[in-house]
């Protein structure tokens, strides 16, 4: 079993930076991929970035430049840098961790970017 909980989000104007942190806790030897997702409201789940257990990372096109994944396999926490953010970046933002075949979720952190 492995817990997440992110932390970091919050309100922020167009063109500023946060940062989200994901920490993680139980069997975290055996995690391998981690990723953070986003959800905006009326819209699916998808993808922002992974990052391997070797630290080969992942970004889809939207946040490419702007967004940068990392982790500390020592604190067992992975991190979102967001910066430049855009209005369309409001989202819950997810921590999502791979052991095997399984994933794992946390509950989520709210960024809103306002204009």
């Known amino acids: 079993q492995v817990q997440l909980v992110e932390s970091g989000g919050g309100l922020v104007q167009a063109g500023g930076s946060l940062r989200l942190s994901c920490a993680a806790s139980g069997s975290t030897v055996n995690i391998n991929t981690m990723f953070w997702y986003r959800q905006a409201p009326g819209k699916q789940r998808e993808l922002v970035a992974l990052i391997s257990s070797g630290g080969s990372t992942d970004y889809i096109d939207p946040v490419k430049g702007r967004f940068t994944i990392s982790r500390d396999n020592a604190k067992n926490t992975v991190y979102l840098q967001m910066n430049s953010l855009k209005p369309e970046d409001t989202a819950v933002y997810y921590c999502?961790?791979?052991?095997?075949?399984?994933?794992?979720w946390g509950l989520g952190t709210q960024v809103t970017v306002s204009s």
């Open positions: 999502c961790a791979t052991v095997s075949s399984r994933a794992y």
